[in-house]
C-alpha cells in the first residue's frame, strides 16, 4: 500500500536532548512537508522540501532542522533550542508541479516532555 | 488577515444534515480543501474544490464556494456517529503553501 509512515507514534524527550521524528513516503511525491499541531489550534508550518537536497523554513522553524537526502525521506530533529516542544507532529507530502494535488498526510508523532 | 477561520464546535443529532463554514484570505487561493481528524490520527483528506467552482458534491458531502465572499461550506448529508472528528479547512495559496483553519469538532449525538 502507498502510503505515509511516521515514527514513533510516541516520543519522549528530556531536557536538554535532541530527538529526531522519522517520516518516509512511497508515493513518488517530490514534496514533503513537517507540521505541528497544539490542542485547539491549526496546524502550523515548520519546514518544507519540494526536492530532494533543497528545503525550505516555514513559519515556525525556529528549535528545529530537517535534511532531505533522499526522496523518500524527510526526518525532523526536534533541538535542544525548541523550549516549547510537546505537541503532535504531522508530516506530508505532495506532487509539487500540479497545483490541483492535495498533501497526503502520515499518522503522526506525539512528543512529549520527561 | 492571515487566518482562516472556523467555529470551533458544532453538534447535531444523528441523521441531521450538518454544515461547517470556513472563511479564508486570500482570493488568489487555487485550491481549498476539507481534511477530517478522527482523534490521535493525521488528516484524511475528504474533498477539494478548485476556486473557480461554485459546488461539488460527492455522495454525502457538498461543498459550496463563494468566492465573492471567501467563503467556503461543508455540509454532511445524514450525518453518522463515524462523522464525527475534526474538520479542517485549508487554502492553498498562490505559492502552493497550505493555510489551515484551527478545525471544527464536530459531535454526533445519537
Known amino acids: 500500500d502507498g502510503g505515509i509512515t511516521q515514527s514513533p507514534k510516541y516520543l519522549f524527550r528530556k531536557e536538554g536532548q535532541n530527538v529526531t521524528l522519522s517520516c518516509e513516503q512511497n508515493?513518488?511525491?517530490?514534496?514533503m512537508y513537517w507540521y505541528r499541531q497544539d490542542p485547539g489550534q491549526g496546524l502550523r508550518l515548520i519546514y518544507y522540501?519540494?526536492?530532494?537536497?533543497?528545503?525550505q523554513k516555514g513559519d515556525i522553524a525556529e528549535g528545529y532542522s530537517v535534511s532531505r537526502e533522499k526522496k523518500e525521506s524527510f526526518p525532523l530533529t526536534v533541538t535542544s533550542a525548541q523550549k516549547n516542544p510537546t505537541a503532535f507532529y504531522l508530516c506530508?507530502?505532495?506532487?509539487?508541479?500540479?497545483?490541483?494535488?492535495?498533501?497526503?498526510f502520515g499518522d503522526g508523532t506525539r512528543l512529549s516532555i520527561l | 488577515g492571515e487566518d482562516v477561520e472556523q467555529s470551533l464546535f458544532l453538534s447535531v443529532r444523528e441523521g441531521d444534515s450538518s454544515v461547517i463554514n470556513c472563511t479564508y484570505t486570500?482570493?488568489?487561493?487555487?485550491?481549498l480543501y476539507w481534511y477530517k481528524q478522527e482523534p490521535g490520527a493525521g488528516l484524511q483528506l475528504l474533498t477539494y474544490?478548485?476556486?473557480?467552482?461554485d459546488m461539488k458534491q460527492d455522495q454525502r458531502l457538498t461543498v459550496l464556494l463563494n468566492k465573492k465572499d471567501k467563503h467556503l461550506s461543508l455540509r454532511i448529508a445524514d450525518t453518522q456517529t463515524g462523522d464525527s472528528a475534526i474538520y479542517f479547512c485549508a487554502e492553498r495559496r498562490s505559492q502552493g503553501n497550505l493555510i489551515f483553519g484551527k478545525g471544527t469538532k464536530l459531535s454526533v449525538k445519537p
Open positions: 506530508a507530502s505532495s506532487i509539487w508541479n500540479l497545483s490541483n494535488q492535495p498533501q497526503h
Open positions: 522540501s519540494q526536492i530532494v537536497n533543497d528545503f
Open positions: 508515493l513518488n511525491h517530490d514534496a
Open positions: 474544490i478548485f476556486s473557480n467552482m
Open positions: 486570500d482570493s488568489s487561493s487555487t485550491y
